[in-house]
């Protein structure tokens, strides 16, 4: 039976990112290891600390496996408010965390949001350039362009108008009992960072995960965003009773198994 190989406890830390008033620092948790290293991308208003970001973290540690989780600015530990968010903000981020720590190409897995920043992240020339380019991205219910296709065209009137008067719409979450600001700006700015307009070409395979009974980010929406990956190798597993969390045993092993389909990368 192959013995069971241990790391030592993550290391945590802060990373300054910004200058002068946009100054903000990050949360980071780093776990060393062998193989290429993960990068775990957290969805809207969630943290390191979720069910499936815990759960790499323990696969990380019984494997040996390098891991790398932080929060975005306004989420988490980090510094600064949720409501100066935009995707611009969060994937810069996002490069200066990953930037920061790793050495070699790792595997992206992104949640919701995270499945977003991680696309974005995958096309950034400063990773490529710097060697850091991933070998391959695991998404999960991305989200991607949902600042446009799954908020502002879902939005009634009333809301748009909030938004576009008062800068802000106060909008109920079924995840938590406070409602969430969405912003005029993080709307606007997420206008810059559309994906879906036409092909999505990565240079690296992509494996999406998603549940058919997701409130939040519609199965087909996941169909669309398959469509946009002309060129790579592209897997989508449809999981016909699986919410927008995936977080049950069944869906972590499913996530766990997903990644470790990469191992030669």
């Not at 992509?206 to 790579?232: K, S």
């Not at 919410?243 to 499913?254: I, K, T, V, W």
Request: charged share 25%.
């Amino acid at each position: 039976m192959e013995e069971v190989r241990r790391v030592a406890d993550p290391e945590s830390f802060s990373l300054a990112v910004g200058a002068g008033e946009e100054l903000r620092r990050i949360a980071v948790s780093w776990r060393p290891g062998r193989g290429a290293p993960v990068v775990w991308l957290g969805g809207f208003k969630s943290d390191m600390a979720s069910t499936k970001a815990r759960h790499l973290d323990r696969w990380a540690e019984l494997n040996g496996r390098p891991l790398l989780r932080f929060d975005y600015s306004g989420h988490g530990r980090s510094e600064g408010r949720f409501e100066k968010g935009t995707i611009g903000r969060w994937l810069e981020e996002t490069l200066a965390v990953i930037g920061h720590c790793l050495t070699g190409p790792p595997i992206l897995v992104g949640s919701s949001m995270g499945g977003w920043i991680a696309l974005l992240a995958a096309r950034h020339e400063g990773l490529r350039a710097s060697g850091l380019h991933p070998g391959a991205v695991v998404l999960i219910a991305p989200a991607v362009d949902f600042t446009e296709e799954l908020m502002w065209k879902g939005l009634p009137p009333q809301a748009r108008s909030e938004i576009e008067e008062k800068g802000v719409f106060l909008r109920p979450s079924a995840y938590s009992p406070e409602p969430y600001p969405i912003t005029r700006e993080l709307i606007e700015e997420g206008r810059r960072h559309l994906l879906l307009g036409g092909p999505i070409r990565l240079g690296c395979a992509v494996h999406i995960l998603q549940g058919m009974r997701d409130p939040d980010v519609p199965w087909r929406h996941a169909l669309t965003l398959m469509e946009h990956l002309p060129d790579d190798q592209s897997v989508i597993t449809l999981i016909s009773d699986g919410d927008h969390r995936l977080s049950r045993d069944e869906d972590l092993a499913r996530l766990v198994a997903a990644i470790e389909g990469f191992e030669a990368v």
